[in-house]
């Protein structure tokens, strides 16, 4: 599982004018079953999304196609962690510790 944490590298002005494709290329990664939760910072500074894939290198792709980073608005930082504790609707995506 990962933690994609976006900080704006721009004003929000800038930020609003590419948010309607930003949304809708969550909608896709949601329909896709990657994203699992987003939503922005507090303060507006950024955002969060909590996704599922099978591996680093898939994700780090998948970031470089959000068009925020096609516009260079924002920057990504990606933290992997396993999972080995949910709440149940998340049960599915449990991870287990390597042996």
Do not use: C, N
Not at 17 to 30: F, G, N
Not at 52 to 66: C, F, K, M, Q, S
């Amino acid at each position: 599982m990962f933690v994609l944490e976006l900080t704006y590298t721009a004003d929000v002005e800038s930020i609003d004018a590419v948010l309607p494709q930003h949304i809708e290329w969550l909608r896709e990664h949601y329909a896709a079953g990657t994203f699992l939760a987003s939503g922005r910072k507090v303060p507006r500074d950024g955002g969060v999304i909590l996704a599922v894939g099978p591996d680093r290198a898939g994700i780090e792709a998948l970031v470089a196609t959000d068009p925020f980073v096609r516009a260079g608005l924002t920057e990504y930082r990606v933290t992997e962690f396993l999972a080995t504790t949910t709440a149940e609707e998340l049960a599915a995506h449990r991870q287990q510790l390597p042996a």
